[in-house]
């Protein structure tokens, strides 16, 4: 097969990390470049020709419009995708206006990748593709998160990854939202978790609770990788919350093991902490 060019922008460097390591296990003959902003996007596409540039919508200085647009006149054969946490009319005029060849939602989820990178340059090997069915893996999350949200009467429910990605959510929260609190959820988890190391108690992080003055949010580990966190108002009992909580994390145990399998491929040792200016993800 032949090689297969992609470069990644974004000013995340989680991001990057995540889809370097992501499209290089879909495909190990991909030759991924990341760089943190359009200026560097700009000079790499001015020494070598890819054929995919994945670039966030929102950037300071040369945006993701703003890079489209260069290189539709600088090489127009290369493919383009956007990436953005906010899917509105404008974004899906611009699409058609710079003839943009398609775009990933945030937070990101590994079957859209692997959809628009075949429908942009193929190359995917079909073994890998077809190795789990992630379609329908994730439709039976879903069905298990809304079934939790419906009983529980949750305002919302995110199901996140232990380094703080938010995989999938439901209820009335914006993937901006789902993707913040995923990153706060675990780092109190960490944190919870490094405080009973300290303390020399021989604990495991099962759950935890935090209570404001209108809401509650309740975490609970489904398997070690993934992590539950249920927003609720003061109108719903806790113990309700909990109990169809737990329900929810059994069935869900077998899903995301495979989840973890298929989908998660990061090697990467990601260390969450908290500094003077918020929560910092280092690799």
């Not at 990178?117 to 789990?132: A, M």
């Not at 069935?251 to 918020?278: C, F, H, K, W, Y």
Request: charged letters at 20%; proline letters at 2%; glycine letters at 4%.
């Amino acid at each position: 097969m032949n090689e297969k060019r992609i470069l990644v922008v974004d000013d995340d460097k989680f991001i990057l990390t995540f889809l370097e390591h992501t499209l290089k296990k879909f495909e190990p003959n991909f030759d991924v470049t990341t760089v943190v902003s359009g200026s560097e996007a700009l000079e790499q596409l001015q020494m070598a020709r890819f054929d995919l540039v994945i670039t966030d919508y929102l950037m300071p200085g040369i945006s993701g419009v703003d890079l489209a647009n260069a290189i539709r006149h600088m090489t127009p054969e290369t493919a383009v995708v956007l990436m953005t946490a906010y899917a509105n009319d404008q974004l899906h005029h611009t699409i058609e206006l710079l003839s943009v060849d398609g775009y990933i939602r945030k937070p990101i989820n590994l079957s859209q990748v692997r959809k628009v990178v075949t429908q942009t340059i193929g190359g995917i090997d079909q073994q890998v593709s077809s190795h789990s069915d992630q379609e329908n893996l994730d439709q039976e999350i879903h069905k298990y998160l809304q079934t939790l949200h419906l009983n529980a009467g949750a305002r919302f429910v995110v199901l996140l990854s232990a380094n703080g990605e938010a995989m999938q959510t439901v209820g009335q929260v914006s993937t901006a939202e789902a993707s913040d609190i995923a990153k706060l959820v675990a780092a109190h988890c960490l944190a919870a978790q490094k405080l009973a190391d300290l303390l020399k108690r021989k604990s495991h992080y099962r759950s935890s609770s935090f209570e404001e003055e209108d809401y509650y949010i309740y975490t609970y580990n489904v398997d070690d990788r993934f992590l539950l966190a249920v927003i609720f108002g003061k109108e719903t009992r806790p113990g309700v919350v909990w109990i169809y909580t737990k329900q929810a994390a059994e069935g869900l145990r077998p899903l995301v093991e495979q989840l973890s399998d298929a989908t998660l491929m990061i090697d990467m040792a990601l260390t969450l902490s908290l500094n003077g200016n918020g929560l910092v993800a280092k690799t």
